[in-house]
């Protein structure tokens, strides 16, 4: 009796967040805005889910099943990654190193560090990774 109530909790938790984060993905203005409420409803509402197959499979069906823990390190381990690679991409098409904010004792921010001479492909003669 217990469990069900348990299952639900997580099942609507889970909605909550997928509702909130998808709300947030289609009326915040600015990508960098937009970037924050689909992450939040990966990790928050997928994991509520999980939470909710690990109750029922140990409670109804009577095993342990680790998948969803896998899924679940695999999940956090993955979105904020997935998060910095798309803030990135925004900063270094919409910002220059002028237009941000200070950077602080590091002086240059880690996404324009590398000078635009050195961040070019060389086109001449062969490619020293191969030869």
């Known amino acids: 009796m217990f469990s069900e109530y348990l299952i639900a909790g997580f099942l609507i938790m ?3 967040f ?3 984060g998808s709300f947030g993905l289609l009326k915040l203005d600015d990508p960098m805005s937009r970037l924050h409420a689909p992450t ?3 990790t928050l509402g997928v994991g509520g889910v999980l939470l909710a197959s690990m109750v029922h499979g140990f409670t ?3 095993h342990l099943s680790l998948h969803e823990v896998m899924i679940t390190l695999f999940l956090f381990l993955t979105a904020p ?3 910095l690679f798309i ?3 925004h900063i270094h098409r919409h910002q220059t190193p002028e ?3 200070k950077a602080g004792d590091d002086i240059k921010w880690a996404t324009h560090d590398v000078s635009v001479e050195t961040a070019e492909p060389k086109t001449d003669g062969p490619d020293e990774r191969h030869g």
Do not use: D, H, Q, Y
Request: no cysteine.
């Open 14 to 16: 889970a909605g909550i």
């Open 18 to 20: 997928g509702f909130v």
């Open 40 to 42: 939040k409803a990966t």
């Open 60 to 62: 109804v069906e009577g």
């Open 81 to 83: 990654v997935t998060a």
């Open 87 to 89: 803030a990135k991409v």
């Open 99 to 101: 237009s941000l904010p």
